[in-house]
């Protein structure tokens, strides 16, 4: 696994994190339509008891995917500690681990220059050197 791979893992987690709330908020939709259902003879059929059921599957993989999760960010914060760099550490950091507070994804190499005052370029560069002590610290691809 490369630097950027392992660093990334967070991210990918919590895109899929988002992506599954999704899904379970569709499937929620569909169960909760309200619509007449009527048996052949013209009477009202019943609702089905168990279908609700069927969300528990998304609870489950989405805890899953959330304990995993907070292990990933929980190691690659770990990983970022060891870096003598300050300036390296605060660039991991904000890129792999902080999300923008107004629209809860993470932060944007654009947004991460500016809270670091720095230019974009310069952030990038940082970012570079950062990932191959990372590389060196993890024994990476």
Not at 127 to 139: P, Q, V
């Amino acid at each position: 696994m490369t630097a950027k791979q392992y660093m990334n893992r967070a991210r990918w987690l919590d895109d899929e994190i988002n992506d599954k709330l999704l899904q379970r908020q569709t499937v929620y939709d569909s169960l909760t339509k309200i619509t007449q259902n009527y048996d052949s003879d013209g009477s009202q059929s019943t609702v089905d008891p168990h279908k609700f059921d069927k969300l528990g599957d998304y609870w489950k993989l989405l805890d899953n995917l959330t304990d995993e999760y907070i292990l990933a960010l929980k190691e690659i914060t770990e990983t970022i500690a060891k870096l003598q760099d300050g300036r390296q550490r605060r660039v991991l950091t904000l890129y792999y681990t902080v999300k923008d507070k107004k629209t809860g994804r993470p932060l944007t190499w654009e947004q991460v220059a500016v809270i670091l005052h720095y230019s974009w370029k310069q952030t990038r560069r940082i970012h570079a050197k950062a990932l191959c002590e990372i590389d060196k610290l993890i024994g990476g691809d």
